[in-house]
């Protein structure tokens, strides 16, 4: 039996002396890895069962550590378990608890694996529930998005380049492109899981380990898709949570673009959107005020987000191999962006849900700023053979002549148009109206009412 009495409570006998509190404070992660403890269990409790299949310990001290972890878990999902500080991790202290519980043979729980391996362990299974979590809650979005798409295929609203009132569009059409974003989204998720699904256990603390272990069996149990190859590679990569920060990113992203627009949308200028009381927020000085508070939070939580990717890469940058104290730094900014992601997805898909376009008020601006004038050049093209730059350049003094008489271009008479182009008939107003531009763009993926159906009905396909 190791003689326990002089020695440090983790290091073991080469210490004498315990550590300055500030090195306790500047080693401990426990305050946020604590979130780790119930993967940690897992693979540990898999991690003994191995150990006993192979005969690298007894039956007996398996089945004693097992039922210890399992109790431990009990402990801290009943919120009965005390985290200390001083046991620097959430490793040590669930194994110094082992010791609490069933003694001396919690120490063969440690046999052929070290932290190093184990850290990394847990954090994939954290990082894989977490990227799961994520996957759901974006199917929510979307969902929340092609609802909204689905009640306002016809409701017309002005497209826009440059913040420029550009062609005719419809709510429903400009929703479906945050579908696209967001189905992105997911699929940078899935390839991040696909590659964080590999099992680092038994690399040990470096080089793999002399105990004849099954990383195999380990592996398939919990639930990874093989052991990872190289166990040098698999105490010091972190790749797997930049996968997850960088998709996380541009996630948010999208999310601050549509936030962006409800911000503009929900302003008096443009009143294109209300939103109900549940999602607006007053002011404590102007009585008459209605924030979209949320979506300004959604907008800058980006910059923590992103903040997070370009942290992280920062440690990892020039970091050596093998392991490094410096990796202790991935954790807090990964399970940051994972809070911040969540929240903001919730709240997204509760405003989406709750928006409401001001119908009239789109279809009004949809007639400003002349918005119908690729319409017109199409249409000399079309019916007068004229080519697209010379038609572009004709409506262009069309334009010109509608802003001098402060009318829309559909309200110019024929004898005026004719003085600009004398082979214009009166069939060029039908292309006019805001209804007929949008009709007309029926190209694949265009705007058209009947193209926005056929991608309404191959989101439902997909989603419900
Ligand atoms: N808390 C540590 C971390 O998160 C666990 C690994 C410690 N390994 C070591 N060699 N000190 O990285």
Same mark, same amino acid.
């Given at each position: ?12 006998a ?41 005969e ?38 669930? @194994? ?8 001396? @043979?919690?120490?063969? =729980? ?63 059409h ?7 974003m ?32 099954n ?39 999208h ?5 962006? @627009? ?10 294109f ?7 607006s ?19 800058g ?29 991935d ?26 376009p ?17 319409? =017109? ?30 009318c ?57």
């Open positions: 039996m190791v003689k326990k009495a002089k020695s440090n409570i983790m290091w073991g080469r210490f004498y002396n315990a550590p300055d509190h500030i090195m306790k404070s500047i080693n401990a992660s426990i305050n946020f890895d604590r979130r780790l403890y119930k993967h940690d269990i897992s693979a540990s409790i898999i991690h003994a069962e191995m150990l006993v299949k192979n690298i310990i007894s039956e007996q001290t398996g089945i004693k550590i097992v039922d210890g972890l399992q109790t431990i878990l009990q402990e801290i999902e009943s919120n009965n378990f005390d985290f200390k500080v001083d046991l620097e991790d959430i490793h040590m202290n669930i @194994e110094a608890r082992l010791y609490e519980l069933i003694g001396e @043979e919690a120490g063969f =729980l440690h046999t052929a694996r070290s932290r190093n391996d184990q850290v990394s362990t847990d954090f994939r299974l954290w990082t894989r529930d977490a990227v799961d979590e994520l996957i759901q809650q974006l199917e929510n979005l979307m969902k929340a998005f092609l609802k909204k798409a689905e009640a306002h295929v016809d409701t017309i609203m002005p497209g826009f380049t440059h913040l420029q009132v550009a062609q005719p569009t419809t709510f429903g400009h929703l479906l492109a945050y579908l696209e967001l189905s992105r989204d997911i699929n940078r998720f899935q390839s991040t899981r696909l590659r964080l699904n590999e099992c680092p256990l038994g690399a040990a603390a470096l080089a793999g380990t002399s105990f004849a272990i990383r195999i069996d380990t592996s398939t149990r919990l639930g990874f898709d093989r052991p990872m190859s190289n166990s040098i590679d698999a105490v010091s990569d972190r790749d797997f949570c930049l996968d997850f920060l960088s998709t996380c990113a541009i996630c948010a992203t999310l601050s673009r549509f936030a962006e @627009e409800l911000v503009i949308w929900t302003s008096t200028q443009f009143n959107v209300s939103l109900s009381d549940k999602f927020t007053g002011s404590s000085i102007m009585p008459q005020k209605r924030n979209p508070d949320a979506a300004e939070l959604i907008r939580k980006v910059g923590r987000v992103t903040g997070s990717l370009v942290g992280l890469l920062s440690v990892l940058k020039g970091l050596p191999l093998a392991y490094s104290k410096d990796l202790q730094e954790k807090e900014c990964v399970f940051d962006a994972f809070d911040t992601m969540s929240l903001c997805l919730i709240a997204m898909t509760g405003m989406v849900s709750d928006l409401k001001n119908e009239k008020i789109l279809r009004d601006a949809a007639k400003d700023g002349f918005s119908t004038a690729t319409d =017109l050049a199409d249409w000399l093209v079309r019916e007068l053979g004229i080519p697209f730059r010379e038609s572009h350049n004709i409506t262009g003094r069309i334009v010109k002549l509608a802003e001098k008489n402060k829309k271009l559909i309200d110019l008479d024929l004898e005026s148009l004719q003085t600009i182009e004398e082979n214009i008939s009166s069939k060029i107003f039908s292309v006019l109206t805001v209804e007929a531009s949008v009709a007309s763009r029926d190209s694949f993926g265009g705007t058209s009412p009947s193209q926005v159906r056929i991608q309404i009905s191959k989101w439902k396909k997909r989603l419900f």
